[in-house]
């Protein structure tokens, strides 16, 4: 169920809480002076959302993660070697190292 927060009107209360309601339930009486003048409030949520992308914003955001990802791989050798694998990066390390000697 989800959680939703919510409001008490009494002026004297204002109290503010959440509660894992069913999404049908009816509004709740305030768990401290137990008034029925309370109001469901909209919030931005827990932020663990998913967020739906489609058409030419999909698109950008692919490219763009991936000049981001382009850029973190090459900042970091580590990260450049888990990337590549083991083999392959020594491989490549050693490639480099020959052609440095033979300058």
Not at 40 to 48: A, D, E, T
Request: net charge positive.
């Amino acid at each position: 169920m989800p959680t939703y927060e919510f409001a008490c009107q009494n002026t004297e209360c204002k109290n503010e809480w959440e509660d894992f309601r069913s999404i049908v339930a009816p509004l709740p009486e305030c768990p401290k002076c137990n008034s029925k003048e309370v109001i469901h409030l909209v919030s931005g949520g827990s932020g663990k959302g998913r967020v739906e992308l489609s058409g030419r914003d999909l698109v950008d955001k692919a490219k763009a993660d991936q000049k981001d990802f382009k850029r973190q791989v090459y900042s970091d050798e580590k990260t450049y070697a888990n990337v590549l694998g083991e083999g392959k990066y020594q491989q490549l390390q050693t490639q480099l190292d020959r052609g440095k000697r033979n300058r």
